[in-house]
């Protein structure tokens, strides 16, 4: 396992987490400016001040251009705390890799707090738009929990673990997620996952474990509808709180005024 670890101390670590940004040389997808709706989304969150961790859950890019990883990187690197990233679909993990390891920007997918370790997994499948967890991801989470037995563990991905009743995205979901509840269920220490792609809210627990979506920064998806559909619901982005005891206090915060409203693409995105 690799054993680069973010050591933070926190007790209760207050989380941001933004996803989907799908930044591009073009700035535009479906109708929405997405350098402006995730600007908007940035300033909204500056209320948390005192967050101690940034996550970015994946689809950082939307064209694989160095440009997109670029204004990312410009972005966060004078963050005042930790932001780190995983890989989405849409993503160049290669690019990230060059491009997001400068000033608070951290490639770094093992964080560990005073009561909570956050394992931060690649769950992209090259060229696919569905995901996995490999193998040797699967037998770093039980690594992971056997370190730190008395952590409670936290698991963030791109691709979603459970169905959103929905045909079309449940078509792109993770695809071995039985597996990965497997461990979940047998390493007993999971009280939370943290997931992307799906672009709307989620929130639901299953086997003890706490299973949050995040909006996206841009287009958002219509939730439960079998074919590809946008929803008018505006760009956000996730706040978390985690407790000691193992609880997770969370709210999703939204841009107001409907100013992002996408434009509907029967080719989807």
């Known amino acids: 396992m690799n054993e680069d670890i973010l050591r933070l101390g926190q007790a209760n670590p207050q989380i941001l987490q933004f996803s989907d940004l799908h930044l591009s040389t073009n700035d535009e997808l479906m109708g929405i400016n997405c350098d402006e709706s995730f600007a908007a989304v940035k300033a909204l969150a500056s209320q948390y001040h005192s967050a101690d961790l940034t996550l970015i859950t994946g689809d950082i890019s939307q064209d694989h251009s160095e440009t997109s990883y ?3 990187c410009e972005i966060f690197r004078y963050q005042q705390h930790p932001v780190a990233w995983i890989t989405g679909n849409h993503d160049d993990v290669q690019m990230q890799n060059d491009i997001l390891s400068v000033g608070a920007i951290t490639p770094v997918k093992r964080i560990l707090f005073k009561h909570w370790q956050l394992l931060l997994l690649n769950s992209q499948i090259p060229g696919k ?6 193998d040797e991801e699967l037998a770093q989470i039980k690594q992971a929990a056997s370190d730190y037995p008395n952590h409670h563990l936290m698991l963030v991905m791109h691709h979603h673990p459970i169905s959103m009743e929905s045909a079309w995205i449940d078509n792109h979901c993770l695809t071995n997620r039985d597996e990965l509840w497997q461990v ?3 390493v007993g220490n999971v009280k939370g996952m943290m997931f992307g792609h799906v672009h709307q809210l989620v929130d639901e627990e299953r086997d003890g474990v706490r299973v949050l979506g995040c909006p996206s920064t841009s287009v958002q998806f219509a939730p439960k ?4 559909s946008v929803d008018d619901a505006q760009p956000g982005f996730r706040y978390l709180e985690l407790l000691a005891n193992g609880t997770i206090k969370t709210k999703v ?3 107001e005024d409907n100013k ?3 434009t509907f693409d029967p080719a989807g995105y």
């Open 129 to 134: 738009i569905c995901g996995a967890i490999s």
């Open 260 to 262: 992002f409203l996408a």
């Open 70 to 72: 670029q204004k990312c």
């Open 225 to 228: 509808q079998d074919d590809f």
């Open 253 to 255: 915060h939204r841009v």
């Open 184 to 186: 979940v269920n047998e």
